[in-house]
């Protein structure tokens, strides 16, 4: 039985501390696969995307090239409705019947975990891996809290940059995107403000 770990978002922009994130899934020797899966319709974030749909996956695909296990995968594209992560994982165990799946959260949503949409059922189908960005205080305490709750866990210690999109969309910093994602930005003329030349 292989490990197919599952790391959604919007990704809008995919930045640097995504890029993080999925070289150091990459690179852990843990799983087989490595799933980006962008958002359809993220069930937290009433306000919509700044990207296009497409915009969004081409910056996924263009990540996941620099990466022999890392693929994009457009499976919340493919229904209707919110994107909530029991529900794609469902249809992924579908799929792949003999892996075990890992979904990717970082420490801002481990505090709320047990507030996800059918958190007890998705609990008992995955194992969340949790990212400690920029040293979050009550990562240990949010972690035990979880675990108490039934979730399992497998936190990762690596120094992930914290970098808020929704900042990084009002002031592009190049310095914060990869360069291909850099280039593609910029040819798209994506997250330019009307009045900016």
């Not at 993080?20 to 990459?26: F, S, V």
């Not at 305490?141 to 970098?163: P, Q, T, Y």
């Not at 808020?164 to 994506?190: A, F, G, H, I, M």
Request: include cysteine; proline fraction near 4%.
């Amino acid at each position: 039985m292989a490990n197919i770990a599952v790391f959604g978002g919007t990704f809008d922009p995919f930045h640097i501390g995504h890029h993080e994130i999925l070289r150091a899934l990459c690179k852990s020797g843990l799983f087989k696969r490595v799933l980006v899966v962008p958002t359809k319709i993220p069930p937290h974030k009433p306000a919509p995307n700044e990207a296009t749909d497409q915009d969004r996956i081409e910056m996924c695909r263009l990540s996941c090239s620099e990466f022999v296990n890392a693929e994009t995968c457009l499976i919340e594209f493919e229904r209707e409705g919110k994107s909530y992560t029991v529900d794609t994982i469902r249809e992924l165990k579908k799929r792949y019947p003999r892996q075990s799946f890992y979904v990717v959260i970082g420490a801002d949503m481990l505090r709320i975990l047990d507030q996800w949409h059918e958190f007890n059922k998705l609990k008992r189908m995955v194992t969340f891996i949790v990212f400690n960005r920029n040293a979050y205080t009550r990562f240990y305490s949010d972690a035990e809290r979880m675990v108490a709750r039934g979730a399992k866990l497998l936190l990762f210690d690596e120094e992930i940059v914290r970098i808020s999109s929704t900042e990084l969309r009002k002031d592009l910093d190049p310095l914060y995107l990869t360069k291909k994602v850099e280039d593609y930005v910029n040819q798209r003329k994506l997250y330019r403000k009307k009045d900016r030349k």
